[in-house]
C-alpha cells in the first residue's frame, strides 16, 4: 500500500530526527518552542502504526517519548514543558495533545506507571483545566478555568475520549459541559442541503464559523454519540467551505490542522464524502512528501500553522492522516 509506505518514511525521519531524551526539538527543524506538542504528536503517529512501549520496531522511540511526557507532568497533572514559548497555547493545547498521547500509549501498552500518568493528567483536564464545576461544566482554553473556545476543546474531548476507550476514569460530567459549551457555539440551520438543516461552528459563542470550527465540532458530536446521519448535512457544509485537501503550486492551500480534523471527521461520515477527502488527502501528501536528503520522509513546513511546529508537527500530523484508516474504527 502506497500510503503505508508513505508512513513508513515519515516514522523513519521522525525516529531519526528525536532528541536522546525522548523530545523533539522543535526550533531545530523550524517551529517555535512548543515541545510538548510536537513530542505528543510525534508519538501519536509511532502509537497509530502500532508501535507501543512493548512492540514495534520503534518501541525504543515510543519509551523515551512517554518517559519524556511523564518527566514533564507537573503534581497537579498538568503535562508541559515550563521551557515551551506557549504563544497562541497556553497551557491548554501542549497539555490536551499530551494527554490524548499518555491515555493512547497507556490503552496500548497497559504499563502500569504510563496508565498512572495518564490518568492524572485526565484527572487535570477534568477537575482542574476545565471550565466550571459540577453540572456548570464548560469547555477548556488556553488556561485553567477560562471560558472554552472549539479548538482548545477539541483536543480536550480527544483526550478524554481516548482515555475511556484506554479504561481510564473520567468524569461524565466533563463530557456534558463539553456538548453544552459546543451547543453555544453553534449556529443551526445555517444552510440547507440534499441531507436536510445544516449547523456551522463559531471559535467562541458570537464568533465568526470557519471550516476548521466545522470540522471539529462535528468530530465532538461523532466522538459523543451524535448518529452520523444526523450530521450528514453539517459534514457537506464544512467540506464545502474549506474544500477537500490540496497541496497547491508552493504549498499554499495547506492547512494540516483543517485536514487533521477533517480527515477524522470525514472518516467516521464514510460514503461519498469521504471517498472524495481521502482522495484529494492521499494525493496531497503522498505527492508532496520530501524523497530525498536530511528531510527525506518528512513534509516541507508550508501552510497555516506550519510555522508553530515545523517540520516535526508537519510529520507527524500527515502521518496521523494517513494513518487513519487503522488508528480509528468507525464509531
Given at each position: 500500500c502506497i500510503s503505508e509506505s508513505v508512513v513508513d518514511a515519515a516514522l523513519y525521519w521522525l525516529a531519526h530526527h528525536q532528541?536522546?531524551?525522548?523530545?523533539?526539538?522543535?526550533?531545530?527543524?523550524?517551529g517555535k518552542k512548543v515541545d510538548t506538542a510536537n513530542t505528543?504528536?510525534?508519538?501519536?503517529?509511532?502509537?497509530?502504526?502500532?508501535?507501543?512501549?512493548?512492540?514495534?520496531?520503534?518501541?525504543?522511540?515510543?519509551?523515551?517519548?512517554?518517559?519524556?511526557l511523564k518527566s514533564k507532568q507537573a503534581p497537579n497533572g498538568l503535562i508541559f514543558d515550563t521551557t515551551d514559548e506557549g504563544t497562541n497555547c497556553g497551557i491548554g493545547y501542549p497539555g490536551a495533545i499530551a494527554t490524548l498521547a499518555l491515555a493512547e500509549a497507556a490503552g496500548m501498552a497497559n504499563i502500569a506507571d504510563t496508565?498512572?500518568?495518564?490518568?492524572?493528567?485526565?484527572?487535570?483536564?477534568?477537575?482542574?483545566?476545565?471550565?466550571?464545576?459540577?453540572?456548570?461544566?464548560?469547555?477548556?482554553?488556553?488556561e485553567a478555568q477560562s471560558?472554552?473556545?472549539?479548538?482548545?476543546?477539541?483536543?480536550?474531548?480527544?483526550a478524554l475520549k481516548s482515555?475511556?476507550?484506554?479504561?481510564?476514569?473520567?468524569?461524565?460530567?466533563?463530557?456534558?459541559?463539553?456538548?453544552k459549551f459546543l451547543s453555544k457555539v453553534e449556529i443551526k440551520n445555517a444552510e440547507n442541503s440534499a441531507y436536510g438543516p445544516a449547523s456551522r461552528y463559531c471559535y467562541k459563542s458570537g464568533g465568526i464559523p470557519n471550516c476548521r470550527r466545522g470540522a471539529i465540532g462535528n468530530l465532538i458530536r461523532q466522538f459523543l454519540g451524535e448518529r452520523k446521519e444526523n450530521l450528514q448535512?453539517?459534514?457537506?457544509?464544512?467540506?464545502?467551505?474549506?474544500?477537500?485537501?490540496?497541496?497547491?503550486?508552493?504549498?499554499?492551500?495547506?492547512?494540516?490542522?483543517?485536514?487533521?480534523?477533517?480527515?477524522?471527521?470525514?472518516?467516521q461520515q464514510g460514503g461519498d464524502l469521504w471517498n472524495r477527502w481521502n482522495d484529494g488527502m492521499k494525493k496531497a501528501l503522498i505527492e508532496n512528501q520530501c524523497k530525498q536528503g536530511d528531510n527525506e520522509g518528512s513534509w516541507n513546513p508550508v501552510g497555516d500553522w506550519s510555522s508553530e511546529w515545523g517540520r516535526v508537527g508537519q510529520t507527524a500530523l500527515g502521518s496521523l492522516c494517513l494513518e487513519v484508516y487503522y488508528r480509528y474504527s468507525r464509531l
Open positions: 532528541e536522546k531524551d525522548g523530545h523533539w526539538d522543535s526550533v531545530k527543524y523550524g505528543a504528536f510525534a508519538l501519536l503517529a509511532f502509537l497509530g502504526a502500532g508501535h507501543t512501549e512493548k512492540v514495534g520496531e520503534y518501541k525504543d522511540h515510543v519509551k523515551r517519548a512517554v518517559a519524556w496508565r498512572a500518568a495518564a490518568q492524572k493528567a485526565v484527572n487535570y483536564c477534568c477537575d482542574t483545566h476545565q471550565e466550571g464545576a459540577g453540572s456548570e461544566k464548560g469547555g477548556w482554553r488556553y471560558a472554552g473556545d472549539i479548538s482548545v476543546t477539541g483536543w480536550f474531548v480527544m482515555a475511556k476507550i484506554a479504561g481510564l476514569q473520567v468524569n461524565p460530567a466533563s463530557f456534558e459541559g463539553a456538548l448535512s453539517s459534514v457537506e457544509l464544512f467540506m464545502k467551505d474549506g474544500g477537500v485537501p490540496n497541496w497547491g503550486a508552493n504549498g499554499e492551500t495547506v492547512d494540516l490542522y483543517y485536514w487533521y480534523y477533517g480527515t477524522l471527521c470525514a472518516f
